[in-house]
């Protein structure tokens, strides 16, 4: 097809489809002439993905390109090409000089010990929650996030990952987890602010 098909059928404009090209975030289609080229069904599941980068994951152009390199990297496995994304889509933290960032580091670290996960020592999902730990400790909160983490484990193993096509397009698959991590992330803090005003219903509200 050509770029304006493309861009008919891709829903984006073609002054944005060809920025994408010279970023180097959509990869070039094949010339068949000096001023046209061919594009086909991979360049409309790149430019779904990045729009789903940059609209739904939010990530700058500079994130989108360490994710589209690592889609384009055939020696990386796709465990890594995910993490990868999933990394991008992370809250940049900064630890925090003193022992109260250490503590909960730690606690982190034991945390992922004891529930035999597989998180890599440099995630920034391990900052990420202590920096939510220490200002839970500092309001005072009661830190006990197990039945936490098991409510994730089975929303994850048994809704999410089936969502993804391992098997698939390496820019399908990404496309998939950056939508079900946002997505689903954002129905279920909706959903618990629900259950959390229905309970209050039943326990504060005199009966009728």
Do not use: C
Request: charge should be negative.
């Amino acid at each position: 097809m050509r770029i304006s098909e493309l861009s008919v059928r891709s829903g984006v404009a073609i002054p944005t489809i060809k920025y994408y090209l010279r970023e180097g975030l959509l990869h070039p289609g094949e010339q068949t002439a000096a001023t046209r080229a061919e594009y086909d069904d991979s360049h409309l599941r790149r430019l779904r993905l990045i729009r789903t980068l940059l609209d739904v994951g939010r990530l700058s152009v500079a994130a989108i390109k360490k994710v589209v390199a690592a889609v384009d990297d055939p020696s990386l496995p796709m465990h890594v090409t995910l993490g990868t994304a999933h990394n991008a889509l992370s809250v940049p933290v900064e630890p925090e000089p003193g022992d109260e960032w250490r503590a909960a580091r730690s606690q982190v670290d034991a945390l992922l010990d004891d529930l035999g996960w597989e998180v890599a020592p440099a995630a920034p999902t391990r900052d990420e929650l202590a920096h939510t730990l220490v200002r839970m400790r500092q309001l005072g909160l009661r830190i006990d996030l197990a039945p936490y983490a098991e409510a994730a484990r089975r929303l994850v193993a048994d809704v999410e990952m089936d969502a993804i096509p391992f098997d698939g397009p390496r820019d399908a698959a990404v496309e998939a987890m950056v939508l079900g991590t946002v997505l689903y992330g954002r129905a279920l803090d909706t959903l618990r602010r629900m259950a959390q005003e229905s309970e209050s219903a039943l326990r504060v509200t005199p009966a009728r």
